[in-house]
């Protein structure tokens, strides 16, 4: 959530914020109104309570007719303090809950729009020439189907749509993708974690993802638990409740986990194959800083980002995203998109947030250092999101006869491995 100090003191760019995200601006005055209340209730009633204190004493002092009309004025006092209170809670619940719908405020250097008005920074490396070099470019699910990698008739027989099975070398590579990003992050300075896929409510609530991308996750009712959408979620809820002293700053993590995502709106999108599923593994960044520091760890997580993507060989660009399409929690964000030959077009393979300080007052997550405590800031980028890594290795570097070349940095995870080939005749666990 936003500092109420800010809405007070610089209302207009709290409300400029809310245009720039397409989002009611009227939240601002409902909440400046409610936290008026609030305000004035909380005063009210704290001096109801001092009045109470010493009507107290001087009723100790007091006797006969006196002390009959002051016990009369106790009583009194009694019902308007407890009214007072009741008012008081009611106008901090309502704020509370006008302040957790509006989103975090956007940097001034985000660009105004929609989903289609980002900013394009930087493009890196060339998309091959395919007719060049003589041959039409398979997608990636003929590819994976080829080499016995990609099942997406069995998972849509078992689960349904939007599910698929990794067998043999379609499974190994998923493996050296997870454990090359991890081995990158570790050598950044960032500590491996394996973070739960089902989390409390709070968790969700805190990191802003029960706003406007509620209809996109999963909730066992039974539980009261959601399956994650990414490990973002447990990651930031980590330090949940909890006081950081300053000089443990920065601390980072990557996170691996299963994530899961109902897709909600994306009927007849990317429905062939696995780019766009309800299920996929995923390796995430996740850093606790200062808010001095916040916007340097930003492009830091960039950085690491754009360093794993030249890694793997692939053509990509990075774009900064519009403030229509930052979703709540982010002030801003970059996203990495790699060139999809067969789609003959960039798309997204990782993203990265700064959400400064909004996911830290939601969650409690304070920093210690000699001016007190406050909330610090929390940062998020994906390092690898695994399918759609798959998606864009197999369709970049597959060769003429259907096999595909390994990048360097995966060989030592795939036992040396050069090149993907078709198994041998009845080696395909995938053959129908």
């Not at 109801?48 to 006092?77: F, I, P, Y």
């Not at 509370?96 to 989903?115: K, S, T, Y």
């Not at 990003?181 to 394996?194: D, E």
């Not at 940095?409 to 040396?416: C, I, K, S």
Request: hydrophobic share 40%; aromatic share 6%.
């Amino acid at each position: 959530m936003i500092d109420l100090r800010l809405l007070r003191e610089d209302p207009d760019r709290v409300r400029a914020s809310q245009r720039a995200r397409g989002e009611d601006v009227a939240l601002v005055d409902a909440l400046l109104s409610a936290d008026e209340r609030r305000r004035s209730s909380s005063t009210r009633f704290d001096e109801l309570r001092a009045e109470q204190r010493q009507l107290g004493r001087l009723v100790s002092k007091a006797q006969g007719d006196e002390r009959a009309e002051l016990l009369k004025r106790t009583k009194e006092l009694a019902d308007s303090v407890k009214s007072a209170d009741a008012e008081q809670q009611e106008a901090a619940e309502q704020a509370q809950q006008l302040l957790l719908r509006l989103g975090n405020v956007v940097h001034p250097d985000v660009p105004i729009g929609g989903e289609e008005d980002f900013v394009v920074i930087e493009t890196v490396g060339t998309p091959r020439d395919f007719s060049a070099e003589g041959f039409t470019p398979k997608d990636h699910l003929e590819l994976g189907e080829l080499l016995g990698a990609i099942d997406t008739d069995r998972g849509a027989k078992v689960s349904g749509s939007r599910f698929y099975y990794l067998t043999g070398i379609g499974a190994l590579l998923e493996l050296a993708l997870v454990n090359a990003a991890i081995a990158q992050a570790t050598a950044a300075g960032f500590t491996p974690v394996l973070t739960p896929n089902l989390v409390r409510p709070a968790a969700m609530a805190g990191t802003g993802y029960l706003g406007q991308v509620e209809d996109d996750v999963y909730y066992l009712e039974k539980d009261d638990l959601y399956l994650v959408g990414t490990s973002e979620v447990p990651l930031a809820a980590y330090h949940m409740d909890e006081i950081i002293e300053a000089s443990r700053l920065p601390l980072r993590y990557a996170g691996f986990s299963a994530c899961y995502r109902r897709e909600a709106g994306s009927y007849g999108k990317d429905t062939r194959g696995i780019f766009r599923v309800h299920q996929f593994d995923k390796v995430e960044m996740f850093v606790y800083t200062t808010p001095e520091e916040a916007e340097a760890e930003h492009q830091r997580l960039l950085a690491w980002e754009k360093q794993w993507l030249t890694s793997l060989e692939l053509p990509f660009q990075v774009i900064e995203l519009a403030s229509g399409d930052l979703g709540s929690s982010a002030s801003r964000k970059f996203d990495c998109e790699a060139w999809i030959p067969t789609q003959g077009k960039y798309r997204e393979l990782t993203s990265t947030s700064n959400t400064t300080q909004f996911q830290a007052r939601r969650l409690g997550i304070r920093m210690r250092d000699s001016d007190g405590t406050r909330p610090l800031a929390t940062l998020n980028g994906t390092l690898c999101a695994v399918t759609r890594t798959i998606v864009a290795l197999l369709e970049n570097h597959q060769q003429a006869d259907g096999s595909v070349r390994v990048p360097e940095v995966l060989r030592p995870y795939l036992g040396g491995r050069d090149i993907l080939e078709p198994p041998a005749t009845g080696a395909n666990p995938a053959a129908k």
